[in-house]
């Protein structure tokens, strides 16, 4: 059974930041390029940073410099560093994983960016 388990979402003012995590279980980690999505109310999910299986990273525009995603293959996890949020970052946030015709996502977590 396939599990995508993300975590580490909250309230944080302006400015702030926060750590989410996706902790993944029943695929072969390491084959799998992963990404973070988010949607906000109203909006549609966007891909906010992706990360291939050999390490290359891409943001949009509207995060680069702020975000940082990593991941973790012994531990099958992979991570977004969210630093000097903004209110324009609230939503709720999704770990995704793909390989070949698989793909698998998370329940979500929610970020809220307000003071």
């Known amino acids: 059974q396939v599990q995508l388990v993300e975590s580490g979402g909250g309230v944080v003012q302006p400015g702030g930041s926060l750590t989410l995590s996706c902790a993944a279980s029943g695929i072969d980690f390491k084959l799998y390029a992963l990404g973070w999505y988010r949607q906000a109310t109203g909006n549609q999910r966007e891909l906010v940073a992706s990360i291939t299986r050999d390490g290359r990273t891409n943001y949009v525009d509207s995060v680069k410099g702020r975000f940082t995603i990593s991941r973790n293959n012994a531990n099958a996890m992979m991570y977004l560093q969210m630093n000097s949020l903004k209110p324009e970052d609230t939503a709720d946030y999704y770990c995704?994983?793909?390989?070949?015709?698989?793909?698998?996502w998370g329940q979500g977590t929610q970020v809220t960016v307000s003071s």
């Open positions: 995704n994983a793909a390989y070949w015709r698989s793909e698998y």
